[in-house]
Each structure stands twice: as structure tokens, then as C-alpha cells.
């Protein structure tokens, strides 16, 4: 195994033993949103706390915290997702959610029979820790691990932004 395997694997690891912004926000303010996956199991409830939702995407992310529980891939997913759009616009935590599906090779465009949307290059935005799941890729059955949490964020920021409108 190369270092830089070894090194992804440790964090990996890292966020899953000690998850970044664990725990509940008062919703509301906080949009509340539970996914799940049932092909394994895997939950994770995101709640979510925007500056002024009637921003629409110039809203800012003041607090998330994040629930759940599952396999060491949704929940480290999930942790190093939290700690990677606080303090960002709903815009650039839109960009950074299409990147790193990108980076999962998911195009939930061609899922639905649309043509693929065009994705920021995952170089451009920084992932950070996030790169740590590239490896996630080789085995397809848990790109939906890596997945959930941030397709739960996107539900979040909808239901945030449908509550102000």
C-alpha cells in the first residue's frame, strides 16, 4: 500500500473516530434533514444554519452539525463535510457539492436521462480532507456512502431556503 493511501486511510479514520461538528441545532432556526440509505443502512440528520435564507444563494453557512450513524465512509464523509462549508455561501457549497460528486463520478444529471452537468474541476475548489475519499471510486457500492450526507446538505439548504419563501 502506498503512503498516500496510508495517509487517506488515517483520515478517513480520523473523522470517523472523532467526527467534526457532532450534535443538534435548535430547529427551527436550523433546518432539520434526516437522509438514509437503505442499501446498507447508513443514516445521517444534517442540520443546517444559514444567515439569512431570503439570500437564496448568497446566504451564508453560520453552524452545521451532523447525526447519525453508519459505516466509517458516510460518517467520515459526513464530518469532513461539515467542517469544509462553514462559513461559505450557499453558492460556493453548491459548487463544492458538484465537485466532489464529480470526484465520486456521480452525475446525478445522466441518472435522471439529462445531460451532465458541468461540474467545477475538484482542483479548482479545495477539497482538503475530502480527497481523502477518492479512493471510494474503485468500490461503487459505497460511492452512496460517500455520498449522503451531501445530498442530505442539499435538502437542507432547499428546505431552508422554501421556508423563507
Not at 444567515?51 to 464523509?77: E, F, N
Not at 436521462?113 to 461540474?119: I, L, M, N, S
Not at 479512493?135 to 460511492?143: E, L, M, N, Q
Request: hydrophobic share 35%.
Amino acid at each position: 500500500m502506498s503512503g498516500l493511501e496510508d495517509l487517506y486511510r488515517e483520515i478517513i479514520l480520523d473523522h470517523y473516530r472523532n467526527p467534526r461538528n457532532r450534535g443538534e441545532l435548535p430547529s427551527p432556526p436550523a433546518s432539520r434533514v434526516e437522509g438514509f440509505n437503505p442499501l446498507c443502512g447508513d443514516e445521517i440528520v444534517v442540520y443546517l444554519q444559514l444567515d439569512d435564507p431570503s439570500k437564496g444563494d448568497d446566504a451564508v453557512v453560520t453552524d452545521v452539525r451532523i447525526g447519525g450513524q453508519g459505516c466509517s465512509i458516510s460518517q467520515s464523509s459526513a464530518s469532513m463535510m461539515s467542517a469544509a462549508i462553514g462559513g461559505r455561501t450557499v453558492t460556493e457549497v453548491k459548487d463544492l457539492t458538484k465537485a466532489f460528486k464529480s470526484m465520486m463520478s456521480i452525475h446525478e444529471d445522466e441518472l435522471d436521462g439529462a445531460e451532465p452537468a458541468e461540474a467545477p474541476d475538484p482542483a479548482e475548489l479545495r477539497l482538503g480532507d475530502l480527497e481523502a475519499l477518492r479512493g471510494v471510486v474503485k468500490f461503487p457500492v459505497r460511492i452512496k456512502c460517500a455520498t449522503l450526507s451531501w445530498n442530505t446538505l442539499l435538502q437542507a439548504i432547499d428546505e431552508a431556503e422554501t421556508t423563507t419563501a
